[in-house]
């Protein structure tokens, strides 16, 4: 994988990397319909209690028992509604036993955590998980920015960029084949902002980055390989 596939992959690779996470929990596997009613009662018996299946339903593009079979796998792995950073990042080490994906989990787990309170509640799961895979393009944009803007002050500077790059290098770079240069992830940041900053000010803002990506064939692409994985 070369420079304009890091590209591609800085992309895709949420949701390549969240739908193994939804295999590790047992989400994908299909719910009986005696499921149904067990599910909706324990919503109210785990120690953080999640929005009812109808509040969920309205916030997300998933059906009642979609959200139940979302439910049901996200409790069995975390029994009181709440999944910490350290969790995340034992999760996402499983699929990288010979790299290091602990600062890129710790890059996505803030994504997740949407009100940053150091727990992913089933609320932000679902509600992330919704956009990644149902979302329009411009929402999924939307997210991608969000993880990109590490301290979410709605620009991406240089130095976001090379962290989030360099995160991706550590899990998956020295893999790839041929092999890349240390300097890759500074030259692709690089090629990232002379093609996304517009008006050359050193950081890339929302517009621009949606503007870019919008006509970018194969990151558009990437957007939509996983609509109907569930």
Same mark, same amino acid.
């Given at each position: ?21 939804? !295999? ?33 339903? *309205? ?41 290091? *994906? ?16 150091? *727990? ?42 090379? *962290? ?30 002379? !093609? ?35």
């Amino acid at each position: 994988m070369g420079i304009q596939g890091m590209e591609l992959c800085a992309m895709a690779v949420v949701v390549l990397l969240f739908i193994a996470v939804l !295999k590790q929990f047992g989400i994908l596997e299909p719910m009986s319909m005696e499921d149904s009613s067990d599910s909706e009662l324990e919503l109210s018996t785990v120690r953080h209690q999640p929005e009812g299946l109808d509040q969920l339903q *309205a916030l997300t593009k998933f059906t009642k028992k979609e959200l139940q079979s979302l439910y049901r796998g996200f409790k069995n792995e975390c029994p009181t509604g709440l999944v910490d950073e350290e969790t995340f990042k034992v999760i996402y080490s499983q699929f990288f036993p010979q790299g290091d *994906a602990t600062t890129y989990a710790h890059f996505l787990f803030n994504a997740f955590d949407a009100d940053g309170n150091g *727990a992913i509640h089933f609320e932000d799961f679902v509600v992330g998980l919704s956009i990644l895979l149902r979302g329009t393009v411009h929402e999924k944009l939307k997210w991608a920015f969000n993880l990109y803007d590490i301290n979410k002050d709605g620009y991406i500077t240089k130095e976001e960029m090379l *962290a989030i790059m360099k995160s991706i290098y550590d899990m998956m770079g020295r893999h790839t084949y041929p092999v890349l240069r240390e300097d890759a992830p500074l030259e692709h940041v690089e090629r990232f902002f002379q !093609k996304m900053d517009k008006n050359q000010d050193g950081v890339v803002t929302i517009d621009e980055f949606l503007e870019t990506c919008q006509k970018d064939e194969n990151i558009m692409s990437s957007m939509q390989l996983f609509e109907n994985v569930i």
